[in-house]
């Protein structure tokens, strides 16, 4: 029999399945642990004009998928009105069978507008009067918003220069109910080879009081900068290395890169595999030291298109998949932290879905130290956080590592209505957990299923990061 189109079983295929859902991963709350919202909008408690502005501004997965259906720039991020522009993501959609979009869309209609029909070119009218209408209501700024998700924590991504000061106003204030923390991210520091290192050291320099001008005073700057951090609630850091790769080199070496960068002389790429191989040990050897988290989101080839590029900048739609992961240079990397006691808690991410299997066969490798899964493979990331994309990270997972210890969901987005991704994320989880069942895989224990379920949305990730919420 016909399924009806995203009703309340959506995605559940089985009884099992809807048992977990309903009764267990629906009702947990969201810690959205990697994120890339503005702390300001929060504080400020933003609010939107029309529908277009929290779902089509900034989101380059929309854009994308606008330029395959042939919608001028003008009327993706170019001058054209909102409405237009809505129009044209909503005759987009009309074609989108099959991917996550479309499905995000629809419950983020559903759950915050309370629209349950389907967004298309002969829709969009009613669609765009009903969103706004609700967007005028009192409850539906940021915080309104995020509060209707049942989000507990954020973590936003935040540069070691930043003084936190929203992450300040936010703590202070006690009308905000849910806690937002700031996550330590430095690969503007780390891409030694971008024109803009030079001057981004200046401005480390006058921050952290240090004078960087060798790696030893570069340690001493983020030292002093991750203390600030500390200060302010952080305990999770996050990097985007393009690969894998294990290139140490002694101080000396890092210390003539780095005055050559300083310098603006081209460095080599072995001297940018030696600087970026010793910058991530320090760090992570720092992270250990304060039991902060280390996050590794590995395989993004970004800004392919250059003229795009110097047309729009970054994160505007334009990067891509890059190779698998050299397993040996990670192995490595992870093994130069654990021989001296030194390997912090860690996510590794690829944006490869050929590294499922490697990623966790390595972290195999580096678990113990009486901590259950010390050593993360992180959720499906980017262009993987499709249905067939999480199902098979989690299959994988549950093949070869634990998946009962696994951290779960996070929306890396720049969007308050993304929260729906958790709730994708849930009942995929839950469906294929059910399917085991239901095909006599695993016992119809429903207790100890909950609980796993439970534990995987909302415990472990708790746990795992030590947030107190």
Request: proline share 4%.
């Amino acid at each position: 029999m016909k399924k009806p189109f995203m009703d309340a079983d959506f995605l559940l295929t089985n009884e099992a399945a809807k048992d977990l859902f309903h009764n267990h991963a629906e009702k947990m709350p969201v810690v959205d642990y990697h994120c890339h919202i503005n702390p300001a909008e929060i504080a400020e408690d933003k609010r939107y004009e029309n529908i277009a502005q929290p779902w089509l501004a900034g989101d380059h997965y929309k854009w994308r998928q606008m330029r395959t259906n042939g919608v001028p720039e003008e009327s993706i991020t170019g001058s054209a009105g909102d409405r237009e522009k809505f129009q044209a993501w909503a005759e987009t959609l009309d074609r989108a069978i099959g991917n996550p979009l479309y499905h995000w869309s629809h419950l983020e209609l559903q759950r915050y507008f309370g629209y349950n029909g389907r967004l298309g070119k002969e829709t969009a009218e009613e669609v765009w009067e009903l969103c706004n209408r609700k967007l005028a209501e009192p409850g539906m700024g940021v915080r309104g918003i995020i509060e209707q998700s049942n989000v507990r924590l954020i973590c936003t991504t935040d540069d070691p220069i930043d003084d936190l000061r929203y992450h300040k106003q936010l703590r202070e204030d006690p009308s905000c109910k849910v806690k937002v923390l700031p996550a330590w991210r430095p690969d503007r520091a780390m891409n030694i080879e971008q024109p803009f290192y030079a001057d981004y050291l200046r401005q480390l320099s006058e921050v952290s009081g240090v004078e960087v001008s060798d790696f030893d005073s570069l340690c001493a700057a983020l030292s002093n900068r991750l203390d600030y951090f500390a200060q302010n609630g952080c305990c999770a850091s996050d990097h985007a290395p393009d690969c894998a790769f294990y290139c140490p080199a002694p101080r000396e070496k890092l210390d003539r890169i780095i005055a050559d960068a300083l310098s603006g002389k081209l460095v080599s790429d072995e001297d940018v595999r030696n600087y970026k191989t010793e910058f991530l040990l320090f760090l992570g050897r720092q992270y250990a030291k304060r039991g902060w988290v280390m996050q590794l989101h590995f395989g993004a080839v970004r800004n392919t298109n250059s003229r795009r590029f110097a047309q729009l900048g970054a994160d505007t739609g334009f990067d891509c998949m890059g190779n698998p992961l050299d397993a040996s240079a990670l192995a490595c990397f992870l093994d130069a932290l654990d021989k001296t006691g030194e390997l912090p808690k860690m996510v590794l991410y690829s944006l490869n879905n050929s590294d499922n299997e490697m990623i966790d066969t390595v972290i195999g490798c580096f678990q113990g130290e009486g901590i259950a899964g010390k050593l993360q493979h992180g959720a499906a990331w980017w262009f993987n956080d499709t249905k067939t994309g999480m199902e098979q990270q989690l299959t994988s997972l549950a093949n070869l590592s634990l998946l009962g210890n696994f951290i779960g969901m996070l929306t890396d987005s720049r969007s308050y209505l993304s929260y729906t991704r958790h709730e994708y994320f849930r009942r995929i989880l839950c469906n294929l957990i059910g399917r085991w069942v239901e095909e006599g895989e695993f016992p119809d224990d429903r207790a100890l299923l909950g609980q796993m379920v439970e534990d995987i949305c909302y415990n472990n990730v708790k746990r795992f990061f030590g947030f107190e919420v």
